[in-house]
């Protein structure tokens, strides 16, 4: 399905029905595969042979998703996982264990500042955390002997801040370790993060990707293209033999698709973070329309930008898609087509009237999550991050003010109704 478009990819890639098959995406919904004989499904366990035999290391319907997010990104192979938590933690820790570094840029999901920060430091990985605009010194001062990944968010949450990808690429690629990228805000309509050089990408497809918050959900894509035999003493996971499985060496036996067949045969063997069948024909049927929804959220949100950057209850608004935007030169680049539907700004009046604001929006409701077709929004200040002092907040770079707005794809006319009502409550 190379050969196509992104928007054909979205609706027919990964599922090719066989002379009288479902035209549809079946629900594989079954545990376990049934074999004439022993020795055949031995092939399987000893990854000598291609099929199913236990839907925690593999399902038709999760691996036709997973393809079919490949094509998107342009990659090699993808496993689905079962939240993008999973996804990010499984990233990392498929080629990074106790006594390793990782160079993580500081613009990244609460969620995932955590699991870093918190969790993997625990199992014996230690981050340095970055600026997204760290210069190419400073990038270069934060690698050590011990390091193996460099991760980032493409456009990151809630801060909304653009990676320089071929900045971060370079870097990582002079220290011989992968770039992996969370592409969760652009997906591949807006931004293929391969074409700038990172190596794997990942999502939260509970996001956009679903499109439709019904599935909570995530995926790792492999490009193929870093050479873990290059760097062979840096990645012994990938360059030595597995004994799990009779003393295979992954990057010899599967070559470009080394790294994405480790990670669902020991990391989904021994951790099983899988998705359901049926969530992933949920996903399948968000990705359908995925081209069509993200330029409406785009093009929504910038109105909507446009709208509250001439208000004057408006302090302050952050949207990279907004000429005059300080990053706006940097998302030209990456994201030329919009970057998302996600905007964050200031009300005048501080904490009190940002809840003010938000509690008289009557279209967009209060949630916590972002990119769904619903607009939605959350005041950070007094919900995910209320246990912070002021002065705490702004390390974070989350001011007091702080609105994030997430626009759906409703009409336009009708979301800046609502934002302007509620403006007129203050
Ligand atoms: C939501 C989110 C995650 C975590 O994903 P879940 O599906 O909630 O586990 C990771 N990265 C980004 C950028 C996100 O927005």
Redesign the pocket.
Known sequence: MQDFKIDTNCVQAGYKPENGEPRVLPIIQSTTYKYDSSVEMGRLFDLEKEGYFYTRLQNPTNDAVAAKIAALEGGVGAVLTS??????FFSVFNIAGAGDHVVSSAA??G??FNLFSVTMKKMGIDFTFVSPHASEEELDKAFKPNTKAVFA?TL??PSLQVLDIEKFAAAAHAHGVPLIV?N??PTPINCRPFEFGADIV??????YMDGHATS???VIVDSGNFDFMAHKDKFPGLTTPDDSYHGIVYAERFGKAAYITKCVAQLMRDLGAIPSAFNSFLLNVGLESLAVRIPKHCSNALKVAEYLKNNEKITWVNYPGLEGDEQYELAKKYMPHGTSGVISFGVKGGREAATKFMDSLKLAAIVTH??DSRTCCLHPASTTHRQLTDEQLAECGVSPDLIRFSVGIENSNDIIADIEQALNML
């Open positions: 939240s993008g938590q999973a996804a990010s990244i999901y969620g995932t968010e990151s949450n969370d969760t805000f990942t999502h939260s497809t509970t996001k909570v959900g995530g972002v990119a």
